[in-house]
């Protein structure tokens, strides 16, 4: 499996950034987590028009590994990836582990990590509405735009920890 340019994307709280980090070291890619582009430091969003040809910028790389939902602009990466990744984790593990950031990283923002962690109702609702709201409409952009690329599915994080290995042994 030869991954140059992945899109990684999922719920809030599903190990996207992680995943990302990790992701990066092993295939030798540059990391670009979508909350530290689309917020500045003053957690002002971006105009979706600046948020999108940032997201075609990036695109343009020869290799890279993004991650983030962000659906409005989801076409851009799936129309030039080759891998998708969904992090197709249950609500619960997905609110834990809004949770456990919170927690590890207290209200803030970690440019460097990809973390935005912000907790609000606002917040909880998408993440408790995800799977029922959200996914469909992101697995029909991924069938409708991400058709060429590999599409990998993981469902929790034991299945993730596993995927790595495999990709770290299909790397050597």
Same mark, same amino acid.
């Given at each position: ?10 719920? *809030? ?8 980090? $990790?992701? +990066? ?16 430091? *003053?957690? /002002?969003? =971006? %105009?979706? $028009? ?5 997201? @075609?910028?990036?695109?343009? +790389?020869?290799?890279? #590994?993004?991650? *983030? /939902?962000? /659906?409005?602009?989801?076409? #851009? @990466?799936?129309? =030039? ?8 984790? %249950?609500?619960?593990?997905? =609110?834990? *582990? ?18 935005? /962690? ?12 995800? @799977?029922?709201?959200? !996914? %469909? ?8 735009? +991400? ?9 929790? !994080? ?15």
């Amino acid at each position: 499996m030869q991954m140059q340019r992945v899109a990684i994307v999922g719920c *809030g709280g599903s190990g996207k950034s992680h995943l990302a980090r $990790e992701l +990066g070291k092993i295939v030798n890619a540059p990391v670009t987590h979508l909350d530290s582009v689309y917020y500045d430091d *003053g957690w /002002n969003p =971006l %105009p979706s $028009e600046k948020f999108e040809a940032l997201q @075609r910028d990036l695109v343009r +790389g020869e290799r890279w #590994v993004i991650d *983030g /939902n962000y /659906n409005s602009t989801l076409q #851009v @990466r799936l129309e =030039l990836c080759d891998t998708v990744i969904l992090m197709d984790m %249950p609500t619960v593990v997905a =609110l834990c *582990g809004v949770f456990s950031r919170q927690l590890k990283h207290g209200h803030g923002q970690d440019r460097d990590s990809g973390i935005y /962690n912000r907790i609000h109702w606002g917040v909880l609702r998408y993440v408790a509405t995800y @799977r029922r709201k959200m !996914r %469909p409409r992101v697995l029909a952009k991924i069938e409708e735009y +991400g058709g060429h690329a590999d599409v990998v599915l993981l469902t929790s !994080r034991r299945h993730t920890r596993r995927w790595l290995e495999q990709v770290v042994a299909h790397q050597t």
